[in-house]
């Protein structure tokens, strides 16, 4: 059956209409009616919106282990870096430290790594236990899991804080705050002053802020260094009284040391007069330093090896000092003379490790048989037997023939470093 337009738009108004009479025949239910649906979309909306409490979530819990609790409360904000996702369930104190139980989103997975800090919104309070991981990845945290104290830091407490302002305030002179005071009333000036302290602090403030993770670096290491000065204070007070004993020596001799003051200029004026007049030959005097300090940084390891041996033992320095011991000069001396012999030939200097070749006729020229007596002159030999001499027109300085070399022969090569060579200018 196919109803006409007309017809249809008659039955509405006719519903529309019987239906507002019912309601303002029953307007006292009506209004009830409304009220209570007003009340359950304002509570809900209450419930669920603005203090975020779902009754189908099931959240997993967390035990973080704290020093102290801060200030943190139950109901609170739990936060993963800044962003709520639950909120603390309850706080108690177990053992020597702080647990705090929190209620996580389950939707919201949170690494098992990192910091987790009950920080403040303000000097004020407003606590909130903030989770900060150092991956983005697993494993997470889940219902259960205990998060242990040493991954965990509590804001300083208020009282602790107001203690160590009082310290601080303890070291301020009253007097001296009372002449800052003053002075700053002194004329028209002084809010203007005022402001301007203000303006500068305001300025120092914002600048630390903007090097906050440089300021808080310098704070850590200063923390470190200052513990250092604390554990050393009694070296650092020994070295105080001692440092105050040689200034009191040095005020004691401050007439001597006015007197040098006042004796340096004529000093200095006279090395002056002394150097302009011997510039002529100053030049030279400086020029033949010159050539004695070249001449001696050359023997530099000579003197080295000469005082402080590494290539054998002992010293001459201790060599010395072995002479004065018991209260006297201790040495020894022979007091017979000593012939030496002269092989008339060249000598060669022992430092240059080259091996030259023996002479053949290096004959001492002396003949006094008490000098070289296991010397080949004074060798035994069969009566009439010739003593060795250099054959007639012999050269006195002819050296032996180099040994012959060959596969099983051992190579002599140059046995040190070259020498060093200096010839000072002329």
């Not at 609170?76 to 053992?95: H, I, M, P, Y």
């Amino acid at each position: 059956m196919r109803w006409p337009v007309p017809r249809i738009r008659d039955l509405s108004a006719e519903v529309i209409v019987g239906g507002v009479r019912r309601i303002r025949a029953h307007r006292l239910a009506t209004s009830v009616f409304g009220l209570l649906v007003i009340l359950v979309a304002s509570s809900g909306y209450l419930t669920i919106g603005t203090l975020e409490f779902d009754p189908f979530d099931s959240p997993y819990r967390v035990r973080v282990e704290l020093d102290e609790s801060g200030g943190l409360l139950p109901g609170q904000d739990v936060t993963l870096r800044g962003v709520r996702v639950g909120r603390v369930a309850s706080v108690e104190v177990a053992d020597d430290r702080v647990v705090a139980v929190a209620a996580i989103d389950s939707r919201v997975r949170i690494p098992d790594s990192g910091k987790v800090r009950a920080a403040a919104l303000s000097a004020a309070g407003e606590q909130y236990l903030d989770f900060l991981p150092d991956v983005d990845d697993g494993p997470y945290l889940t219902d259960g899991s205990v998060v242990r104290a040493d991954r965990t830091s509590s804001p300083i407490p208020m009282s602790r804080m107001l203690e160590s302002l009082s310290s601080t305030l303890i070291q301020v002179d009253p007097d001296k705050l009372r002449t800052i005071t003053n002075e700053l009333g002194v004329s028209a000036a002084g809010p203007d002053k005022l402001a301007d302290i203000v303006d500068g602090g305001i300025f120092m403030i914002s600048t630390l802020d903007g090097v906050l993770p440089q300021t808080v670096r310098l704070i850590r290491n200063s923390k470190v260094v200052l513990t250092t000065f604390s554990d050393a204070e009694p070296e650092l007070r020994k070295t105080a009284q001692d440092l105050s004993a040689t200034l009191g020596g040095v005020a004691r001799m401050s007439g001597g040391f006015e007197e040098l003051v006042t004796r340096t200029p004529d000093t200095l004026a006279t090395m002056d007069a002394i150097i302009a007049q011997n510039s002529p030959t100053m030049v030279q005097l400086l020029g033949n330093l010159a050539t004695v300090g070249q001449m001696t940084y050359l023997r530099v390891p000579a003197f080295n090896e000469f005082f402080f041996p590494r290539q054998r033992d002992g010293s001459t320095l201790d060599a010395v000092a072995s002479a004065f011991h018991d209260g006297g000069v201790w040495a020894l001396a022979s007091i017979y003379p000593r012939y030496q012999c002269d092989y008339d030939v060249p000598r060669r200097p022992g430092a240059v490790p080259n091996f030259p070749a023996p002479y053949l006729y290096s004959d001492c020229r002396n003949p006094d048989p008490t000098l070289i007596p296991r010397g080949a002159r004074n060798a035994p030999r069969p009566p009439g037997w010739p003593v060795p001499t250099v054959p007639p027109g012999a050269d006195p300085l002819a050296t032996a023939d180099p040994p012959p070399t060959g596969p099983s022969s051992i190579p002599t090569p140059y046995g040190g470093a070259p020498a060093p060579s200096y010839l000072p200018p002329k």
